[in-house]
């Protein structure tokens, strides 16, 4: 496996690959890699010739009072999991390889997507998002990129953004990993003390409940189905809900009645982290 910390290597390396018929897998994280990640890079490793993590802690999108100084960092750890996922080449550049000069002039912005739920309670993190996702596949162009449903709305931006700039990436989305109480890993999860980390379960429980109201209890009203939510996180005293709501799954725009393919999302804080998680549920026709 191969490290690489500059733009121009990881350019030579994937063009190298393409020249010879190698299809290129990416895998953008920012580290601290753990198993969800590690699912991502399996299904690159099954579908490419050639697979790329990278690992980088973007500055733009955190907020001013959010925890980029405390985001936890472990590149040692993360060579070690990738190579045993057989991953090709870990991209790891420094902030000032990425944005030299401390700034970019140019920032990347989904409208309409990027404006509603973590949009609404993290003003610009999407962008910030958006323009380091464009970044890495200007950097390393034609690819099959792997991310995460646990960060759905993420995912249904990078898509957007991919196909509205013609941009020669195919986005695959993966499924959510989870621990055995379903709650999603997440690198935030290492905020959590044990019995924080017992409590957060209850985001899937509340997800669960709600997805089984609508697709088996026939609930088509959303107010109803976002309250159950609520009342189900608020049953968890150390969980403070930052939003809980139901959307329909491409727009993730409010749909009422409930109908068609929808997705239920959940912001909470728990102690010192502020989890997300989500699940689909479909209205038959
Ligand atoms: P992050 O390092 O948190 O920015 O995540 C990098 C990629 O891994 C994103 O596409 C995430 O959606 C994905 N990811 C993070 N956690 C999980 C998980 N539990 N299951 C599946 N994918 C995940």
């Not at 890699?33 to 490793?45: D, P």
């Not at 996922?85 to 790891?92: L, Q, R, T």
């Not at 404006?115 to 162009?141: C, M, N, W, Y």
């Not at 393919?261 to 102690?271: K, N, Q, T």
């Amino acid at each position: 496996m191969q490290l690489v910390h500059t733009i121009s290597e990881l350019r030579r390396c994937h063009d190298h690959a393409r020249a010879n018929a190698h299809r290129v897998g990416l895998v953008p994280t920012m580290g601290f890699l753990h198993a969800g990640h590690r699912s991502l890079m399996e299904a690159a490793r099954a579908e490419n010739d050639l697979v790329t993590v990278t690992v980088f802690v973007n500055p733009l999108q955190f907020g001013p009072n959010e925890d980029l100084d405390a985001y936890p960092r472990d590149l040692d750890g993360d060579l070690a999991l990738a190579a045993d996922a057989g991953v090709d080449v870990v991209f790891a550049p420094a902030v000032a390889e990425m944005y030299p000069g401390g700034a970019v002039a140019t920032s990347v912005r989904v409208s309409g997507l990027a404006d509603q739920l973590e949009g609404a309670s993290r003003p610009g993190h999407f962008d910030g998002v958006a323009t380091v996702v464009a970044k890495l596949f200007s950097i390393a162009g034609a690819c099959r990129a792997y991310f995460g449903e646990k960060d759905y709305q993420q995912l249904q931006i990078v898509t957007r953004m991919a196909a509205d700039l013609s941009i020669p990436v195919d986005v695959v989305p993966c499924p959510t990993v989870r621990e055995p109480s379903g709650l999603a890993l997440s690198s935030r999860n290492s905020y959590l003390n044990d019995e924080q980390r017992e409590a957060a379960a209850v985001l899937k429980r509340a997800l669960d409940t709600a997805a089984g109201a609508v697709a088996e209890g026939g609930e088509r009203d959303p107010a109803v189905v976002e309250g159950l939510m609520a009342r189900i996180v608020g049953q968890e005293a150390l969980a403070k809900l930052d939003y809980a709501r139901v959307v329909h799954a491409a727009t993730l725009e409010a749909v009422n009645p409930l109908a068609g393919r929808l997705r239920l999302l959940i912001a909470a804080r728990i102690g010192p982290a502020r989890l997300i998680d989500n699940v689909g549920a479909t209205v038959p026709t």
